[in-house]
C-alpha cells in the first residue's frame, strides 16, 4: 500500500469518527477534573435551595405592599487556582431566585450603566418628549447584597511504582455565599457548598 493511499485512509478514518450532536445540559460532565457545568449547576442548585428556604429572611421588615426583599447581586471572588467566570454563578442563581417568585432585584454595575446611559438619551438628546423622559433619582434602594467565595484545594500524587504507574489529582472546591442587610450590615444567612473530584490518570488513560 502506498503512502498516499495510506494517508488517504487515515484521513478517512478520522472523519468517519468526528460527528456533532446536541446533549442534555444537565448530564453529568466530567471530560476532564477541572470546573465544569455539572459543578456550576450544583453549587448553585444548593445554594438556592437554602437561600428560598430559610426562616431568617422573614425577620427583615418590609413596609411596603410588595413583600419581596430587593436584593443586589454582588459579585463572587474567585480564589482557585483555575480561570472561572463567576458571572455564570451569579446569573445562574439570581435566574433561579427570580423564578422562585420570592427576590426582586436591582441593577447591577453592568445595567447601571446601561440605565445612565439611556436617562441621559432621554433627558440631553431632545428626542424624546419631556412628559414621558426618565430621570435619575427614582431608583429604589435594595435590602439586602448577596456576594461569596469559590476556593479550591488542589493535590497530587505523580506515577510511582508504589502506585502502579498511575497519577492521581484530587479537587476540593468550597462555595460561600452570604446575604447582608444593607442598612444594619447584619449578616442574615449564609451557607456553604462542596465538592470534591478525583481522577486517576493510568499508563492507559484516565479514570475519575
Known amino acids: 500500500m502506498s503512502f498516499r493511499l495510506l494517508v488517504s485512509v487515515a484521513f478517512a478514518f478520522a472523519a468517519a469518527c468526528s460527528s456533532i450532536r446536541y446533549d442534555d445540559p444537565g448530564r453529568v460532565e466530567t471530560l476532564t477534573i477541572d470546573y465544569g457545568s455539572t459543578d456550576l449547576q450544583t453549587l448553585s442548585a444548593e445554594m438556592v435551595d437554602s437561600l428560598i428556604a430559610s426562616p431568617h429572611l422573614n425577620y427583615i421588615s418590609k413596609p411596603a405592599d410588595d ?19 463567576t458571572q455564570g454563578i451569579t446569573d445562574k442563581i439570581q435566574t433561579a431566585l427570580l423564578k422562585s417568585g420570592k427576590f426582586r432585584f436591582t441593577a447591577e454595575d453592568a445595567g447601571q450603566d446601561e440605565i445612565g446611559k439611556q436617562v ?16 435619575f433619582g427614582k431608583q429604589i434602594g435594595a435590602d439586602v447584597i448577596v456576594y461569596g467565595t469559590l476556593r479550591s484545594i488542589e493535590k497530587g500524587r505523580g506515577r510511582s511504582l508504589e502506585s502502579g504507574g498511575t497519577k492521581k489529582e484530587d479537587v476540593y472546591y468550597q462555595f460561600v455565599l452570604k446575604l447582608v442587610n444593607i442598612d444594619t450590615a447584619e449578616v442574615i444567612w449564609q ?14 488513560g484516565r479514570s475519575s
Do not use: P
Open 120 to 135: 441621559r438619551f432621554q433627558q440631553e438628546s431632545g428626542r424624546v418628549n419631556e412628559e414621558t423622559a426618565r430621570a
Open 191 to 204: 451557607d456553604e457548598a462542596e465538592l470534591r473530584k478525583t481522577e486517576r490518570t493510568g499508563i492507559f
Open 67 to 85: 413583600k419581596r426583599l430587593l436584593v443586589l447581586m454582588g459579585g463572587i471572588e474567585n480564589r482557585t487556582s483555575e480561570h472561572i467566570d
